[in-house]
């Protein structure tokens, strides 16, 4: 098992035709792209099984919300430890592998779980989803920086980074259907069968960095000159200075990490108490007020669009300046939906459209700042590092935002997300005029 995730050993180029080396690299660019997007839609299909057949499972086995509560704490904190752990293990791992068995493994949980009944057995379970949950982003984030330079990498990431919003939009609908017409274990048991099969196909088709192809690196091939350097910079160093010193020391890294905590505050927030503030402050019904929160994964998946793409073409690679624009649109468009003189269910649905569009591009943003922070041969690590921070802030959107519901009512909720979105712009200004090397992480 061990020796299958293993990646494979960096070889000198050995394919010296251009021609071929650019059909092989066109070929598998897109092949790779459209497996890692693939896999990357299906792992939320095994992430979100659970929160749309929940309904169902409260009443028929007399779960109360304290302890669907402590499921999505515990999946929460396994799951953002999990982005570290797997980020560094998946650095020296071979993506096909890491990435398809995680999926498998997640397929398989969400089966077994579909024919449990126990509060305990759904624990147990839940809590080792999320580890396998984890082994879906590092192994891409590896995989975009190894294919895709970094003068159009900004698109590339971008165009992945929808595969969420397409699989958190596909799986209500999914799950919904089978748990009305054949109950809640089927709603658990069919995403985790199409997991497997997803899993399997990553296992058979994805493949590892261009160099064990006997391609050259993708700078090189390319002629990208700023990808060229940062590879030359990035020399193979082992684990664990790559751990210490580019990225528990790493200054950039802290900051980041920082303003991804507020990032899935504003997020988590907005995505899982948005039903409910236009239910109970302007009287909507759920279908209003869900059809109206649901313009937030829209939003979302033309906001990755427009900042990965924007990033590369209006800032040259430079991620800091589309971070910081878009943390003040989020900033806007909650004073907006928070402030606007008239319930105008257009208008609000049109600021979860906007609040999505916005979010969602640092979301994507700060990943890939992290992985270009870093060393070349750390992206895993790098990105994991920031995922472990932002589901502290999902976390922190949960039971703290509660109590802040209880005692301050809702504009004590929008005073929160309001602060977050101004302390994630400060965090950023450091990044308007950044331009990296790995020596900026000694």
Known sequence: MLQLLRTISTTPATITDPDKITKMYKYWRVHIMMMMYMGYAVFYFTRKSFNFAMPEIIVNHGLNKSDVGTLTTLFYVIYGL???????MSDHSNPRYFMGLGLIATGIINIFFGFSSSFFAFSILWGFNAFFQGWGWPPCSKLLTSWYSQSERGGWWSIWNTAHNVGGALIPVVVGFFTVHYGWRYGMWVPGIIAVIVGSILCWRLRDKPTTMGLPKVGAWRNDKREILYEEESAPVHWSKILTRYVITNKWLWLLAAASVLVYVVRTAINDWGNLYLTEVHQYNLVKANSAVSLFEVGGFFGSLVAGWGSDYLFRGERGPMNFIFAVGVLISVLFLWLQPSANYSAQAACFFSLGFFIFGPQMLLGMAAAECSHKGAPGAATGFIGLFSYVGAALAGYPVAK???????????????????????????????????????
């Open 82 to 88: 999990s982005k570290f752990i797997s980020g560094v």
């Open 404 to 442: 802040i519901l209880e005692i301050f009512q809702w504009n004590g909720f929008f005073l929160v997300i309001i602060f977050s979105a101004v302390l994630t712009a400060f965090l950023l200004i450091p990044f308007i005029k950044f331009k990296k090397s790995v020596h900026t992480a000694k």
